[in-house]
């Protein structure tokens, strides 16, 4: 079986000093090869407002961490950033079969459009310097009426 690719989302407290954050990135990345997993990317957002208040907090520390791995992977990272005083949230997606279905759904739409261009007579793919149509909004194009007095 393949592993599998997640995405883990966590917010750290807005006090967290650079230091700290690098610890919880170590902690994630030590949990993640030890189960033998990879971490593919990490991006730090940043500091963030909440959506809403989470205890006495009005905004975090937004990270992302892409990793790819067995599912007792992510069971392990729920458990221990559960009980991190550190962290005031997280969430871990799986996110492969959601690329999966979107290559698909891509590939569909390609074909289609080959399918279409070839039946007008035109190559399957559209050559540099074609125009595509562009799309019209009935609202911009529409003459305005004079007003009446």
Do not use: C, F
């Not at 205890?55 to 950033?81: A, C, D, H, Q």
Request: net charge negative; glycine share 6%.
């Amino acid at each position: 079986m393949s592993a599998r690719q997640y995405e883990l989302i966590y917010i750290a407290v807005p006090e967290s000093s650079e230091q700290e954050l690098a610890d919880l990135h170590a902690l994630v990345e030590g949990i993640v090869t030890r189960l033998e997993g990879a971490l593919v990317r990490s991006e730090p957002w940043g500091r963030r407002k909440l959506a809403y208040e989470i205890g006495p907090y009005k905004e975090g520390i937004y990270v992302l961490e892409v990793l790819s791995g067995p599912p007792t992977m992510v069971r392990e990272l729920n458990r221990r950033l559960k009980v991190s005083d550190r962290v005031i949230r997280h969430i871990v997606v799986r996110v492969d079969e959601v690329e999966a279905v979107a290559a698909r759904r891509k590939s569909a739409r390609q074909q289609e459009s080959a399918r279409r261009r070839a039946a007008r007579g035109l190559p399957p793919l559209p050559e540099p310097g074609e125009d595509t149509p562009a799309t019209t909004n009935p609202e911009t194009e529409a003459p305005e009426a004079p007003a009446e007095a």
